[in-house]
């Protein structure tokens, strides 16, 4: 199968293009892609795989929802030298963790991701959402809190502390089981300013500290590992209010018109975007790097965002963001990033996650099974 790229790069210089082209001529024909399920995913099958099957006839590309597990299973098949992923969407920090740890090859911008349509390199249009050399970052999402409309009285939450006010706001939370945004929500709401959250949480007795406010809704605490899970919780009316994408909450509030509202105090910003394992063969390698450049060039991170509320990440793609591709409304205002939603956000620390990740999940599990 000949390389395509060529045709899907608007704005990329014939020189770079071809050179990427000599040295990829062959492809797989098959390719399996791994995410998070749920709308998320289903905006990537839209936006991503259907056009690019449709210009790869005989093309199989099989779906995985595994990316919570991404680290861990990128480790014991690497260990194992059967790597069965070909590309994979993660958080940045698990991708900074991977490019550290080898696991995840190097991208480079200017000859392997297509230009601007007006010209502007790739590398100048991700900008400084570029965090690591083997990531690349499809859209700006946020966990944030959504809760019951009915089950919350006649004044709503209106804020991330809210969530540890049992008496004002009795019965069930979900949180993600994971210590990330959960401890930087604990410590805030123990008086913690913004800017000191890592300071804080770098310590010894930060973390105690952050546990020890968790320990105040603990028993309320239905714990998370899926997107899915809280907006099923709270159509289901098992929680008064959880954490989840923002994408997901607007799925259920949208799409599904359940009795749910949304809370954007202290929404926590962060990147989602594609890795491509390392040691894949050149013909899988070729297979995921062309799809890569497809996936990520302005039009189709444009296209995503009519699918679910995630802000691109490339600076060109945002004057293309339009109506939702079935509702019909404008998409716009529901982007994490649009100003009223984003007065007081969490501004997540992707490399002071990189760096204390291990250490800190073994320490928030070991509280949650006591």
């Given at each position: 199968m000949k390389f395509k790229s060529v045709l899907l790069v608007a704005g990329a210089t014939f020189a770079a293009a071809a050179a990427f082209a000599e040295s990829h001529?062959?492809?797989a024909n098959s390719m399996t892609m791994v995410s998070w399920g749920g709308a998320y995913q289903n905006s990537q099958v839209k936006a991503y795989v259907e056009p690019y099957k449709a210009m790869n006839e005989g093309l199989?590309?099989?779906t995985d929802e595994s990316s919570a597990e991404a680290v861990a299973k990128l480790r014991a098949m690497n260990e194992t030298g059967n790597v069965t992923w070909d590309i994979v969407d993660v958080v940045a920090s698990d991708a900074m963790r991977l490019c550290d740890e080898g696991l995840a090859m190097e991208i480079d911008p200017d000859t392997m991701l297509a230009a601007a349509p007006d010209g502007t390199s790739a590398k100048d249009d991700f900008?400084?959402?570029?965090?690591?050399?083997?990531f690349v970052?499809?859209?700006?999402?946020s966990t944030t809190f959504g809760y019951r409309t009915d089950m919350v009285g006649d004044t709503p939450p209106t804020t991330v502390?809210?969530?540890?006010?049992?008496?004002?706001?009795?019965?069930?939370?979900s949180l993600q089981k994971r210590p990330i945004d959960n401890m930087e929500w604990a410590l805030y709401c123990d008086g913690v300013e913004k800017d000191k959250l890592y300071d804080v949480l770098g310590t010894d007795e930060g973390v105690d500290r952050a546990l020890a406010k968790l320990d105040t809704i603990k028993d309320s605490v239905v714990w998370w590992t899926a997107g899915a899970e809280t907006p099923q919780l709270l159509a289901d009316g098992e929680v008064v209010m959880g954490s989840t994408f923002n994408g997901r909450l607007f799925s259920a509030i949208a799409e599904q018109n359940q009795?749910?509202?949304?809370?954007?105090?202290?929404q926590s910003f962060d990147l989602d975007g594609w890795i491509i394992p390392a040691g894949l063969s050149d013909e899988r390698k070729a297979?995921?790097?062309?799809?890569?450049?497809?996936?990520t060039d302005t039009q189709r991170l444009a296209d995503q965002a009519a699918y679910i509320s995630y802000g691109p990440a490339r600076k060109s793609s945002a004057p293309l963001v339009g109506k939702h591709a079935e509702l019909g409304i404008d998409m716009a205002p529901h982007m994490p990033t649009d100003p009223a939603n984003a007065a007081n956000v969490h501004l997540y620390d992707y490399g002071w996650w990189a760096d204390n990740r291990d250490d800190l999940d073994a320490r928030f599990q070991a509280w949650v099974a006591q």
């Amino acid at each position: 199968m000949k390389f395509k790229s060529v045709l899907l790069v608007a704005g990329a210089t014939f020189a770079a293009a071809a050179a990427f082209a000599e040295s990829h001529s062959k492809m797989a024909n098959s390719m399996t892609m791994v995410s998070w399920g749920g709308a998320y995913q289903n905006s990537q099958v839209k936006a991503y795989v259907e056009p690019y099957k449709a210009m790869n006839e005989g093309l199989e590309v099989v779906t995985d929802e595994s990316s919570a597990e991404a680290v861990a299973k990128l480790r014991a098949m690497n260990e194992t030298g059967n790597v069965t992923w070909d590309i994979v969407d993660v958080v940045a920090s698990d991708a900074m963790r991977l490019c550290d740890e080898g696991l995840a090859m190097e991208i480079d911008p200017d000859t392997m991701l297509a230009a601007a349509p007006d010209g502007t390199s790739a590398k100048d249009d991700f900008g400084d959402l570029l965090v690591s050399d083997c990531f690349v970052p499809q859209i700006v999402y946020s966990t944030t809190f959504g809760y019951r409309t009915d089950m919350v009285g006649d004044t709503p939450p209106t804020t991330v502390c809210d969530i540890f006010d049992l008496a004002k706001f009795p019965g069930k939370r979900s949180l993600q089981k994971r210590p990330i945004d959960n401890m930087e929500w604990a410590l805030y709401c123990d008086g913690v300013e913004k800017d000191k959250l890592y300071d804080v949480l770098g310590t010894d007795e930060g973390v105690d500290r952050a546990l020890a406010k968790l320990d105040t809704i603990k028993d309320s605490v239905v714990w998370w590992t899926a997107g899915a899970e809280t907006p099923q919780l709270l159509a289901d009316g098992e929680v008064v209010m959880g954490s989840t994408f923002n994408g997901r909450l607007f799925s259920a509030i949208a799409e599904q018109n359940q009795p749910i509202g949304m809370l954007w105090d202290m929404q926590s910003f962060d990147l989602d975007g594609w890795i491509i394992p390392a040691g894949l063969s050149d013909e899988r390698k070729a297979r995921a790097l062309d799809f890569l450049m497809f996936a990520t060039d302005t039009q189709r991170l444009a296209d995503q965002a009519a699918y679910i509320s995630y802000g691109p990440a490339r600076k060109s793609s945002a004057p293309l963001v339009g109506k939702h591709a079935e509702l019909g409304i404008d998409m716009a205002p529901h982007m994490p990033t649009d100003p009223a939603n984003a007065a007081n956000v969490h501004l997540y620390d992707y490399g002071w996650w990189a760096d204390n990740r291990d250490d800190l999940d073994a320490r928030f599990q070991a509280w949650v099974a006591q």
